[in-house]
C-alpha cells in the first residue's frame, strides 16, 4: 500500500481533486476511444464511404 499512497495524496486526497481527475481522464478517454473507433469504421469500410468514392461522381468545376 505505501507506493500508492503518494498517488492517493497527490490526486484524491481532496473531494474537488478527485472530481477533476475524473473528469479529466474521462475527456482523454473519450478522445482515445473516438479517434481509434473512427480510425477502425474508416479501415474496414475504406472505398465504400463518401471521401472515397467522391471523385467518381462530382464534376471539378474547371477553371476557365
Request: hydrophobic share 40%; aromatic share 18%; proline share 3%.
Amino acid at each position: 500500500m505505501a507506493p500508492v499512497r503518494p498517488f492517493y495524496n497527490a490526486l484524491f486526497r481532496r473531494n474537488y481533486q478527485m472530481l477533476g481527475v475524473v473528469f479529466a481522464g474521462a475527456f482523454f478517454f473519450e478522445m482515445a476511444y473516438d479517434t481509434g473507433m473512427n480510425k477502425l469504421w474508416d479501415n474496414i469500410n475504406k472505398g465504400r464511404q463518401w471521401k472515397d468514392i467522391r471523385s467518381r461522381y462530382v464534376e471539378e468545376a474547371e477553371e476557365e
